[in-house]
Antibody, heavy 117, light 109 residues
């Protein structure tokens, strides 16, 4: 079964850091771009970041540019989202998703990130 | 990046037809995708490339496109279709920006 599983979320204070992981199984991670998407009540789904197949090209939404970084280890079948200088508005459920020929065709179950003042 | 505008809510009775629109300049030259999102679950793609339906998605889900507006149509709505629906534009395997609409809450009365 093809699967993505996120981990690493938690409750942190403003200014602190978290590192999220997205572990893939059942398929070869190296064949796909991976995106991170945040869901929060009232804002819905918001695109956060993407990384290409071999990790050489990345991109970030403007609100997280310069604070977040994304990387991957295809041998370990894992993508990472390093979140620094966290802000209250970064709070939400973070999903990793696989970019296939039919859009984002596989999503993880999501991991909660809560940033307090 | 360009914004995508959706109505906040749509309500229909079971068996009726629900139409959810999504408008944005980027849709004039980019494919659209639609996702169904239920509380506590991962989003699921219900349409891709404007009108195509993944094999596991029921035939009652269909899509159309005209200029800068795309429409998700659910014909013969069922109670299980109650969810938030998001449109998305941009090439998820490329360098163009990925943008989601604000989402539409579909309520089945």
């Amino acid at each position: 079964e093809e699967q993505l599983v996120e981990s690493g979320g938690g409750l942190v204070q403003s200014g602190e850091s978290l590192r999220l992981s997205c572990a893939a199984s059942g398929f070869s991670l190296s064949m796909y771009w991976i995106h991170w998407v945040r869901h929060s009540p009232g804002k819905g789904l918001v695109w956060v970041s993407r990384i290409d197949r071999d990790g050489t090209r990345t991109a970030f939404a403007d609100p997280v540019q310069g604070r977040f970084d994304v990387s991957r280890d295809n041998v370990k079948q894992t993508v990472f989202l390093q979140m620094n200088a966290l802000r209250i508005e970064d709070t939400g459920t973070y999903f990793c998703s696989r970019a296939g020929t039919q859009g984002f065709d596989l999503w993880g179950q999501g991991v909660q990130v809560t940033v307090t003042s | 990046s360009s914004a995508l505008t959706q109505p906040p809510s749509v309500s229909v009775s079971p068996g009726q037809t629900a139409k959810i629109t999504c408008t944005g300049e980027t849709l004039a030259n980019s494919y659209s995708y639609w996702y169904q999102h239920k509380p506590g679950q991962a989003p699921v793609v219900v349409l891709f490339q404007d009108t195509e339906r993944p094999s596991q998605i029921p035939e009652r889900f269909s899509g159309s496109s005209s200029g800068t507006t795309v429409t998700l149509t659910i014909t013969g709505v069922q109670a299980e279709d109650e969810a938030d629906y998001y449109c998305q534009s941009g090439d998820s395997s490329g360098t163009s920006d990925v943008v989601f609409g604000g989402g539409t809450k579909l309520t089945v009365l």
